[in-house]
């Protein structure tokens, strides 16, 4: 277990700081930077959990790769990535209240534009319950969708790169 910390461990953390240094960048361009936070997870995440697995894999292993180590060590690059994503993005938030303001509002308006069109798709009542529920939304809750919106992905892009990685060397 310990070498898959070992190996998980610098790409995690560097994942991390990349989507930090991406969240800044967004905001300083004065771009809406939670969206495209998570749009930089998407492209983020598997990049780090393939280099993890196979740095774990070149590294640590000898050359070998069995499927479940793959997805251990891929489980905490990514784990670790959206651990410090939504920290970050929750310490962000409580300390710069108007982005979260302005990101409550961005989605108030797409609801509102976009409201005939959703009320066909789904209906009235499901309509009126999403826009009360985003009206409600707090810190908490943008943190952990950042937080989801990386697991999962990580998830997904594991188990393909593990089996891809997967190798085990006859001696």
Same mark, same amino acid.
């Given at each position: 277990?310990?070498?898959?910390? !070992?190996?998980?461990?610098?790409?995690?953390?560097?994942?991390?700081?990349?989507?930090?240094?991406?969240?800044?960048?967004?905001?300083?361009?004065?771009?809406?930077?939670?969206?495209?936070?998570?749009?930089?997870?998407?492209?983020?995440?598997?990049?780090?959990? @393939?280099?993890?697995?196979?740095?774990? !894999?070149?590294?640590?292993?000898?050359?070998?790769?069995? @499927?479940?180590?793959?997805?251990?060590?891929?489980?905490?690059?990514? /784990?670790?990535?959206?651990?410090?994503?939504?920290?970050?993005?929750?310490?962000?938030?409580?300390?710069? &209240?108007?982005?979260?303001?302005?990101?409550?509002?961005?989605?108030?308006?797409?609801?509102?534009?976009?409201?005939?069109?959703?009320?066909?798709?789904?209906?009235?009542?499901?309509?009126?319950?999403?826009?009360? /529920?985003? /009206?409600?939304? /707090?810190?908490?809750?943008?943190?952990?969708?950042?937080?989801?919106?990386?697991?999962? &992905?990580?998830?997904?892009?594991?188990?393909?790169?593990?089996?891809?990685?997967? !190798?085990?060397?006859?001696?």
């Amino acid at each position: 277990m310990n070498s898959y910390l !070992r190996a998980a461990w610098p790409f995690g953390l560097s994942g991390a700081g990349l989507c930090l240094f991406g969240f800044l960048t967004m905001y300083a361009l004065d771009v809406e930077p939670l969206s495209m936070n998570l749009i930089l997870g998407y492209v983020f995440v598997p990049v780090f959990v @393939f280099f993890g697995i196979k740095s774990f !894999r070149d590294g640590f292993n000898g050359g070998n790769l069995y @499927f479940s180590q793959g997805m251990s060590v891929g489980f905490f690059v990514y /784990s670790l990535m959206a651990l410090l994503s939504a920290l970050y993005v929750y310490v962000f938030l409580h300390l710069d &209240p108007p982005t979260f303001e302005a990101f409550r509002q961005v989605n108030l308006k797409l609801m509102e534009d976009n409201r005939q069109i959703l009320e066909e798709q789904l209906n009235e009542t499901a309509y009126t319950e999403t826009l009360a /529920s985003l /009206s409600a939304m /707090s810190i908490l809750d943008v943190a952990t969708n950042d937080f989801l919106r990386k697991i999962f &992905p990580g998830l997904f892009f594991t188990i393909i790169i593990s089996i891809i990685l997967k !190798r085990t060397v006859n001696t």
